[in-house]
Nanobody, 123 residues
Framework: QVQLVESGGGLVQAGGSLRLSCAAS????????MAWFRQAPGKGREFVAT????????YYADSVKGRFTISRDNAKNTVYLQMNSLKPDDTAVYYC????????????????WGQGTQVTVSS
């Protein structure tokens, strides 16, 4: 069983930056595909970014491409989401997820989830 804990959320002005972290425990996540999803108030959970278990493969939602960067440090069992040029539309609870399938864009394709961290972008 993998336990995921997100951190790094907060309140930031539009145009600002935040870096989210997702720390895994109980089991290494080096062999898992990792992803970030987000859920805005009144909306469904949507895919943001994913990274392969091996170095070099990432994929982003069009809405964040060029502004967000997903990365991982397998030695620290941690995944990151660097968010730059933030917009009010980026306001949401951000969730970290672990799964086995590359390019999984839907929730059901991930086996493990964190509790989420709130990101609020003010205009």
């Amino acid at each position: 069983q993998v336990q995921l804990v997100e951190s790094g959320g907060g309140l930031v002005q539009a145009g600002g930056s935040l870096r989210l972290s997702c720390a895994a425990s109980r089991r290494t996540v080096s062999g898992y595909v990792m992803a970030w999803f987000r859920q805005a108030p009144g909306k469904g959970r949507e895919f943001v970014a994913t990274i392969r278990s091996t170095v070099g493969g990432t994929y982003y939602a069009d809405s964040v491409k060029g502004r967000f960067t997903i990365s991982r440090d397998n030695a620290k069992n941690t995944v990151y989401l660097q968010m730059n040029s933030l917009k009010p539309d980026d306001t949401a609870v951000y969730y970290c997820a672990a799964g086995a399938k590359w390019l999984g864009l839907r929730q059901h394709e991930y086996n493990y989830w964190g509790q989420g961290t709130q990101v609020t972008v003010s205009s």
